[in-house]
Nanobody, 125 residues
Framework: VQLVESGGGSVQPGGSLKLTCTASGFPFENYYINWVRQTPGKELEWVSSVNTGGRSTYYAASVKGRFTISRDNVKKTVHLQMNSLQPEDTGRYFC???????????????????RGQGTQVTVSS
């Protein structure tokens, strides 16, 4: 199982970034893909999930309306388009696979060992 995150960078508040998660080594189309982030001084935080077919998407309240998750099962990639970025979005972003989605505990299904090195997002003026 390999998940590789890319696309991070440094932007000013209000800016945009597009993160990419590239998968290999497992049947990608059979798994949900989730984005989580590690922000300074906080626990790992769930950000967004997309189901196997890409038609169902889920977002944390803090990013809903600003972030968009999408997947391409042919290319085995998941994108996280992040708009209107704010300083509180600063952190290291990871993609993680899961077999299902739990609306009551979004972190519970996540196979955290599947995440890669992550990609750093810094939002600062």
């Amino acid at each position: 199982v390999q998940l590789v995150e890319s696309g991070g960078g440094s932007v000013q508040p209000g800016g945009s970034l597009k993160l990419t998660c590239t998968a290999s080594g497992f049947p990608f189309e059979n798994y949900y893909i989730n984005w989580v982030r590690q922000t300074p001084g906080k626990e790992l935080e769930w950000v967004s999930s997309v189901n196997t077919g890409g038609r169902s998407t889920y977002y944390a309240a803090s990013v809903k309306g600003r972030f968009t998750i999408s997947r391409d099962n042919v290319k085995k990639t998941v994108h996280l388009q992040m708009n209107s970025l704010q300083p509180e979005d600063t952190g290291r972003y990871f993609c993680v696979r899961s077999s299902y989605y739990n609306d009551y505990d979004r972190m519970e299904p996540l196979e955290l060992d599947s995440r890669g090195q992550g990609t750093q997002v810094t939002v600062s003026s």
